[in-house]
């Protein structure tokens, strides 16, 4: 059963506990706006929550809690009641008025709908995902790390999603899989993913993060399944 974060519970973000280069990553820019692409890329795996002002749309979040049931499975699945909410942006009503001002002009992504929202605590796991209704589905699953963060076998994607998102072992089963799902671990610097799977329209990763709270404090080392779906990956730049 899911049950819902609260505030201090929610990651916003992690980083890598070992050096690394940013080789098949999106990099850092001289302004740092929330987007989907962000959201996306970098070496990231937990999914930082939206900081848009939440609106109402009902209609909306119905869709995504079926798409979710439709991807995930198991706990999200049909009939699932999901803690959902519904942002009009990525970032915040602040940071937008600063960067509408005159003389500032730096892109920020408009959604059709909103981005929606969800923070839930499953068994051990935290969860915690954001997206768009038939676009772009970006969701993380983190718990504490038992033991030494290093020396055992990477984490295997499939054995993670059997309990978390049953729905997607039958397309991680068999690589390469129909929807062209392919291994890019070896793309990256080593150690900066367990495994990283790749297609146009999905694309899942597992590796140990420090997550950090809102200020940046460090909040401890965590094991990460993270799972990016749909046609919006294919914004995706990266392998």
Known sequence: MLQILTPDEVARGDCPTGGYSFTGLVPPT????????RLLGGAGLVVPPP???????PAVLDRVAAELG?????VFGAGAVLPLALHDALISPETRARYEAP???????RPREGFYWLAARLG?????ACGEPGDLHCVSFHRPVEGPA??????????LAADLAPA?????????????????????????????????????????RQTLGAD??????ARVLRIDAGPGCRAWPGP
Request: net charge negative; charged share 20%.
């Open 150 to 159: 290093w020396g055992g076998p990477p984490d295997d994607p499939c054995a």
């Open 30 to 37: 001289s302004v740092s706006v929330p987007s989907r692409l």
């Open 124 to 128: 051990d796991w935290r969860v915690q």
């Open 168 to 208: 997607l072992t039958s397309r991680l089963g068999d690589r390469p899989s129909p929807e062209g799902l392919r291994d890019v671990t070896a793309a990256f610097s080593p150690g900066l993913f367990g495994v990283a799977l790749s297609s146009p329209e999905l694309r899942v990763r597992t590796g140990i």
């Open 51 to 57: 900081l848009g002002a939440a609106v109402d749309g």
């Open 103 to 109: 003389g500032h002009a730096p892109p920020w992504d």
């Open 216 to 221: 940046g404090t460090p909040l401890g080392l």
């Open 70 to 74: 439709d991807l995930l499975g198991g």
